[in-house]
Nanobody, 127 residues
Framework: QVQLVESGGGLVQAGGSLRLSCAVSGRTFSSYYMGWFRQAPGKEREFVAAIIVAAISWSGGSIYYADSVKGRFTISRDNAKNILQMNRLKPEDTAVYYC?????????????????WGQGTQVTVSS
């Protein structure tokens, strides 16, 4: 079991920044990817960013972003926390953001490949 708890969401004006944090605990050695997804009202959950955290991977530390956030969002690891730094936020970034853990190499963008999920944190960007 892996436990994930997100924090850091809130209300911000367009152009502003927010820093999301995901506290990770449990059987973290089984994780291959740590990712962030988001779900806006009336839309499907979508991939935001992922980082390879598996120590056994030759690609350890490799990072992937959705085109819509590339250049504005940064995913990183800080000890036992998964961080999503969001800059130059836009109203279309408004969504519930979820932290997730996957033990499966490949298909980092596929939410079906993620085994554990946090409860989500609301991000609202006003225009």
């Amino acid at each position: 079991q892996v436990q994930l708890v997100e924090s850091g969401g809130g209300l911000v004006q367009a152009g502003g920044s927010l820093r999301l944090s995901c506290a990770v605990s449990g059987r973290t050695f089984s994780s291959y990817y740590m990712g962030w997804f988001r779900q806006a009202p009336g839309k499907e959950r979508e991939f935001v960013a992922a980082i390879i955290v598996a120590a056994i991977s030759w690609s350890g530390g490799s990072i992937y972003y959705a085109d819509s956030v590339k250049g504005r969002f940064t995913i990183s690891r800080d000890n036992a926390k998964n961080i999503l730094q969001m800059n130059r936020l836009k109203p279309e970034d408004t969504a519930v953001y979820y932290c997730a853990s996957s033990s499966h190499p490949g298909s980092y963008w596929d939410m079906g490949r993620y085994d554990y999920w946090g409860q989500g944190t609301q991000v609202t960007v006003s225009s």
